[in-house]
C-alpha cells in the first residue's frame, strides 16, 4: 500500500471549516483514499472514501487532486465533538486491512 | 443491534499470567481483527480472520493466539503476559461484497491491558 503523510496536529475554531491535508505521491491506480477519526480513548470510526473523484456525506467532503498525489478532508462546520485523531489510509481496492500512521491531532478550540 | 463488543473493558494482568479478549459482533460480518495501539501511535494489526475457522497473522502477532470457531466471535489469548503488551486492544469486524465501500471497519470500543 501506499505510504501517507499527515502533519502531526492543527487547531480549528468551532463553526469554520477545517481542512485537513494528506499527501500519498506513490498512490497507485487501484488504490483508495480512505479517512477514519478516533475520538480520544474510542475505537476508530470510517468517515469516508474515494478513488478519484470528490466525494461528500454526511460527516465531511473528501478532495482529490486531479493526479491523486494528495487528498484534502474537509470537515464543513467543525464542532468541539470533531476533536480527534485524523487518519488517512491508502488501501488497494478489497483490501481488507488497514495501515493506520500516527495520524493528524485535530483540537477545535471555542 | 450493538454492533462490535469487547470483553472486558479493563485488566490488570501480572506477568506471566494469561487471559482472554473476547470479542462478539452482531452484523453477519466475515472479517475481523485485533489491533494494539500503544501511547501516542497508530493501531497495529495483530492478527485478523477472514472467515469461520480461520486465523492469520498480522503485524505484531508474536505473543498473542487467536480463534474464531463461531463467526461472531474472534478470541484474542495472552498465553504469558509480559509488560510490553501493557496496551489498548480494539476488535473490527467487516464485510466483503460492499459495492464501493469494501471492508469499511467497524471497531469495538477496546480493552485497556496493563502488565505489571
Known amino acids: 500500500d501506499a505510504k501517507t503523510t499527515q502533519p502531526t496536529s492543527m487547531d480549528c475554531a468551532e463553526g469554520r471549516a477545517a481542512n485537513l491535508p494528506c499527501n500519498h505521491s506513490t498512490i497507485s491506480g487501484n488504490e483508495y483514499v480512505y479517512w477514519y477519526r478516533q475520538i480520544h480513548s474510542q475505537g476508530p470510526q470510517y468517515i469516508i472514501h474515494?478513488?478519484?473523484n470528490n466525494e461528500t456525506n454526511e460527516m465531511a467532503s473528501l478532495i482529490i487532486t486531479e493526479d491523486r498525489k494528495s487528498s484534502t478532508l474537509i470537515l464543513p462546520h467543525a464542532t468541539l465533538r470533531d476533536t480527534a485523531v485524523y487518519y488517512c489510509i491508502v488501501r488497494v481496492i478489497n483490501d481488507y486491512k488497514l495501515s493506520f500512521g500516527a495520524g493528524t491531532t485535530v483540537t477545535v478550540r471555542a | 443491534n450493538a454492533g462490535v463488543t469487547q470483553t472486558p473493558k479493563f485488566r490488570v494482568l501480572k506477568t506471566g499470567q494469561s487471559m482472554t479478549l473476547l470479542c462478539a459482533q452482531d452484523m453477519n460480518h466475515e472479517y475481523m481483527y485485533w489491533y494494539r495501539q500503544d501511547p501516542g501511535m497508530g493501531l497495529r494489526l495483530i492478527h485478523y480472520s477472514v472467515g469461520e475457522g480461520t486465523t492469520a497473522k498480522g503485524e505484531v502477532p508474536d505473543g498473542y493466539n487467536v480463534s474464531r470457531l463461531k463467526k461472531q466471535n474472534f478470541l484474542l489469548g495472552l498465553e504469558s503476559a509480559a509488560p510490553s503488551q501493557t496496551s489498548v486492544y480494539f476488535c473490527?469486524?467487516?464485510?466483503?461484497?460492499?459495492?464501493?465501500?469494501?471492508?469499511?471497519?467497524?471497531f469495538g470500543p477496546g480493552t485497556r491491558l496493563t502488565v505489571t
Open positions: 473490527a469486524s467487516s464485510q466483503t461484497r460492499q459495492k464501493d465501500r469494501a471492508h469499511e471497519q467497524y
Open positions: 474515494g478513488l478519484k
